[in-house]
């Protein structure tokens, strides 16, 4: 006998925090997605998902899914309605707004979803509406920004579909084979036409193991490279003062700069033979076309704006931008800016100016008895702040007050969640409505929903639409549906044509060659050079080494995605244990072996793994990678335990690899 079964692909869009942003197919079979495969048509996706996505089902409908409202209850949780739910949360928030005014209640979220819709809009408005704290998001590329910006304002930057044209690939604190496989693909084709790779980097990460050349600077001391590597062009007459000349401000400035110290100096801050740094110098300046392209990971501590506006700087000086493939790649300002979902978070609701706090002083903001307004009530969604934010025992130990009201929107009982007052339950991306931009190339991606909500999972768009009934709000923004806020976002877009074929590039015309003649996106249209090196606060403080040795530098894991994936079985059986990659020579003098578990500390805290004794990691430069929940630690805490919450002397971002450590056996 035959069964009906009707059968449809629906289009998708991966929302999770990565440069690929991949165009999905889903199959759905009466009602149940039975099937997800990368679009083969999409220019990056090239019908391919990662290790982390690829069996996305299992998320979708794992037995851990959160599926239905969960209230505190002595040590536990119980089960209940979303009115009763709802009912505690909205009490709960105008208590805390009526005794101690609307900052004390702080909203956190990052991206756990991309999407332009999910991710902050109706909880934008209703945060905005109670006069809540303003959130500073800046725990991922902000420093980046902030330096790349100071050199070429918000300008087109290579399109990652030029990359295969370049012959010469500096990347630089960047490990794509991991953290962003798609255009790790564009890599390879350039690559395979006979590119040099060439990575910068204190570890060995996966990419760096297969690159032509590795080299390997101490963290947070990029500049100094970058610097050297000015200095061997400029001696070696490989500068291009014509394009120079024409296309940049400050070029006197930097010859001047460049002439204070020969490469021997910057070779002696940052650990990199001059021999090298003055090769690699002048083969950037010579191989033709020569990309350099920069990670989020060599941005992690103190002098990392400016450490990124010098590096962009050296694809100046040597005139890269001329051909098609060179010039300076980090992430696309201009694109991810032309399609914002700022408008929709409706600041004008705001009965008045408001405090702001920054995302990676949480631990700071909970338990510093000084802050007026108190924290009262936390917020958390698409976000898992108990692993991801810094100095963790401060965190752990504010998400542990009993006076603190925590409402956590999530899909699973993450360490977070594991400490709220009363937990909702998310759809996931086969359940909702969404547009996601992408942070890596030059495509917007249309999100159909495949499937009905599971159990009683709601949108974080509803979530806080129904909250805000329950909180009075009523002003009409407080009920537009996805449907309209989607109208919203891309009023002047071709809607249709981005639903039909599930994406769009975004061209701002600037073709293959985007600054071949200048044209930058800042006021004058020049780029504007920088030689600048601020030294780290931690890793070159000889006081603080001598009683804190080691350099830790905490990355990304290949299978998780920041903490999301590390509770699903597939990823975690490929990845058990969090370890530390430690360097043979400090790890002889300390008496550990390969496998031994080790102490990991400094003042801020301390956490225990296994010791990987390897030299994949620098000597000096321990590096134990982020991501696995706190249960898979002993202590129950996390590398995070050590990071500090000092911030980037500009842009006011995180300083996680600028942190130092000592280990000992356990
Ligand atoms: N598999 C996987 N993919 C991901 C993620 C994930 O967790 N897992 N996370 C996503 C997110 S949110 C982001 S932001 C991106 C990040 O993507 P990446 O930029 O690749 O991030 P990291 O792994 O943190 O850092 C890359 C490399 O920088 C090196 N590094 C650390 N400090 C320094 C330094 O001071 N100088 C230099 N030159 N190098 C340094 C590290 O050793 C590391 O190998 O990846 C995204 N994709
Ligand atoms: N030491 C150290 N710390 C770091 C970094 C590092 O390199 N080293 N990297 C930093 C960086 S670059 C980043 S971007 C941050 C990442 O910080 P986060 O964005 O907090 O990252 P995740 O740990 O992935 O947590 C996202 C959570 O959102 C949930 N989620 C997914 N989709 C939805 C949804 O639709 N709705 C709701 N409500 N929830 C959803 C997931 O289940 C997951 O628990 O971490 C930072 N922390
Ligand atoms: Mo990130």
Same mark, same amino acid.
């Given at each position: ?62 037995? $851990? ?7 505190? $209850?002595?040590? /536990? ?103 962003? =496989? ?173 405090? %702001? ?40 130990? /504010? ?25 909702? =339950? ?49 002003? +009409?923004?407080?009920?537009? %549906? ?59 403080? $000889? ?5 804190? +040795? ?85 202590? /129950? ?30």
């Amino acid at each position: 006998m035959m069964l009906h079964v009707a059968t449809r692909i629906v289009r998708g869009a991966c929302p999770h925090d990565c440069p690929d942003t991949c165009a999905m197919h889903t199959t759905v079979e009466d009602g149940r997605a039975t099937q997800v495969a990368g679009d083969p048509d999409h220019p990056i996706t090239v019908g391919f998902l990662c290790g982390k996505v690829s069996n996305y089902l299992d998320r979708v409908y794992s037995d $851990e899914r959160i599926l239905h409202p969960l209230l505190r $209850e002595d040590d /536990g949780f119980r089960r209940a309605s979303w009115d009763e739910a709802l009912e505690r949360v909205a009490d709960q928030l105008l208590r805390a707004r009526e005794e101690f005014g609307g900052e004390s209640i702080l909203p956190y979220s990052y991206m756990g979803t991309q999407g332009l819709i999910q991710a902050n809009t109706m909880s934008a408005r209703v945060m905005n509406a109670l006069g809540a704290s303003a959130l500073e998001r800046t725990v991922c590329a902000t420093a980046g920004i902030t330096g790349v910006v100071a050199a070429h304002g918000v300008s087109p930057e290579v399109d990652p579909e030029e990359w295969p044209h370049a012959r010469y690939l500096l990347i630089w604190g960047w490990n794509p084979m991991s953290t962003a =496989p798609h255009l790790w693909r564009k890599l390879l084709d350039a690559r395979k036409a006979g590119a040099r790779l060439v990575v910068v980097d204190p570890f060995r990460s996966r990419t760096a193991r297969i690159a032509d050349e590795h080299l390997r600077p101490l963290p947070g001391t990029d500049a100094a490279l970058a610097i050297g590597m000015m200095r061997a062009v400029f001696d070696a007459g490989l500068h291009d003062e014509d394009w120079c000349r024409a296309y940049t401000e400050g070029y006197d400035e930097l010859l001047s700069r460049l002439a204070e110290h020969e490469v021997e100096h910057w070779a002696e801050i940052c650990g990199v033979e001059s021999e090298t740094i003055a090769r690699v110098g002048r083969e950037f300046a010579e191989t033709r076309p020569a990309l350099v392209r920069l990670g989020v990971g060599a941005q992690r501590h103190m002098g990392a704006p400016s450490a990124y506006s010098t590096i962009a700087s050296l694809a100046c000086l040597t005139g890269a931008w001329r051909d098609r493939g060179g010039g300076c790649s980090y992430i696309p300002t201009a694109t991810a800016d032309a399609l914002s979902s700022r408008p929709l978070e409706r600041e004008d609701l705001r009965p008045g100016p408001v405090r %702001s706090i920054n995302m990676s002083q949480l631990g700071q903001s909970l338990t510093d008895p000084q802050l007026v307004p108190p924290v009262k009530a936390l917020v958390c969604w698409s976000s898992n702040p108990a692993v991801i934010a810094p100095d963790q025992q401060r965190v752990l130990e /504010g998400l542990r007050r009993d006076d603190l009201f925590t409402v956590v929107i999530e899909q699973f009982m993450t360490d977070t969640a594991a400490y709220a007052d009363v937990v909702l =339950p998310t759809t996931t991306q086969l359940e909702h409505l969404d547009v996601v931009f992408s942070w890596g190339h030059h495509y917007m991606t249309w999100n159909e929903p495949a499937i009905e909500p599971l159990g009683e999972a709601k949108p974080n768009t509803e979530i806080f639409r129904v909250l805000a009934t329950r909180l009075g709000l009523d002003d +009409p923004a407080f009920q537009e %549906s996805d449907e309209q806020l989607v109208d919203r976002l891309l009023a002047g877009f071709d809607e249709d044509g981005l639903r039909e074929r599930g994406w769009t590039k975004i061209d701002l015309g600037q073709g293959p060659r985007p600054h071949a003649e200048g044209g930058f996106g800042t006021d004058t249209g020049r780029a504007v050079l920088h030689a600048d090196y601020l030294p780290p606060a931690e890793v070159t403080d $000889e006081a603080r080494a001598e009683r804190f +040795p080691l350099a830790l530098v905490t990355p990304k894991t290949h299978l998780f995605l920041n903490s999301t994936f590390a509770n699903q079985r597939r990823q975690h059986s490929a990845q058990p244990t969090p370890e530390l990659v430690l360097h043979p020579d400090d790890a002889a003098p300390r008496g550990i072996e390969d496998g031994a578990r080790v102490r990991v500390f400094n003042d801020r805290g301390d956490f225990l793994c296994l010791a990987r004794v390897s030299d994949d990691a620098r000597p000096g430069v321990p590096v134990a990678p982020m991501g696995w929940w706190n249960r898979d630690y002993t202590d /129950g805490r996390s590398a995070q335990a050590t990071t500090s919450q000092a911030l980037t002397e500009a842009g006011n971002a995180p300083t996680f690899n600028d942190n130092r450590v000592e280990v000992e056996l356990a």
